[in-house]
């Protein structure tokens, strides 16, 4: 089993700055995809960022040049810099990875058990 455990949430005004942080443990063979999701209120679950194996990073319109993502492989950790936070930020962030367990296993999806990110005007 793949654990994933996020910290680094928040309450912060609009204009400042929060890190997420997303560790996985467990059985990992290897982490292919790691990104970040979220979830505000009444909306579907969209995608935020993600980071490929190789260091590739894709970004949600909404967030291009206020956030940051980054993994360390060495420890199995993802991580999210949110500067410039904007009200319309607020809402639960998930941690995501596309990993397997053992070399024979296929690639599945985890998901962390959400951080709450509110930002107040």
């Known amino acids: 089993q793949v654990h994933l455990v996020e910290s680094g949430g928040g309450l912060v005004q609009a204009g400042g700055s929060l890190r997420l942080s997303c560790a996985a443990s467990g059985t990992i063979f290897s982490i292919n995809v790691m990104g970040w999701y979220r979830q505000a209120p009444g909306k579907q679950r969209e995608l935020v960022t993600i980071?490929?194996?190789?260091?590739?990073?894709n970004y949600a319109d909404s967030v291009k040049g206020r956030f940051t993502i980054s993994r360390d492989n060495a420890k199995n950790t993802v991580y999210l810099q949110m500067n410039s936070l904007k009200p319309e930020d607020t809402a639960v962030y998930y941690c995501n990875l596309i990993a397997k367990e053992h070399f024979y296993s296929e690639y599945e999806n985890y998901w962390g058990q959400g951080t709450q990110v509110t930002v107040s005007s």
């Open positions: 980071i490929t194996s190789r260091g590739s990073t």
